[in-house]
């Protein structure tokens, strides 16, 4: 599932690459680092608030934290 979101962030399709990574990727699933992590792909597609959405729903406060600051800086 990683490679698979690497390509997609490689061919410039980081928005789906984000949808992947959100989808496939087990909540309990240790990632190896192949992929970029969500922030970066977020980063790359313009928008965080699939991020913030994403830690509010698996209640990760620092991550939901940092997508609202880097929404308002960017």
Known sequence: I?????LLHRIGRSADAV???????P?????RGIAPSL?????????????????RQR??????ATALVCREEG
Request: proline content about 0%; overall charge negative; aromatic content about 16%.
């Open 2 to 6: 990683e490679v698979y979101v690497d």
């Open 19 to 25: 949808q992947a990574f959100m989808t496939m990727i």
């Open 27 to 31: 909540s309990d699933a240790r990632v």
């Open 39 to 55: 922030f970066e792909l977020c980063k790359a597609a313009g928008s965080y608030d699939q991020l913030r959405d994403f830690c």
């Open 59 to 64: 209640e990760d406060l620092l991550g939901f």
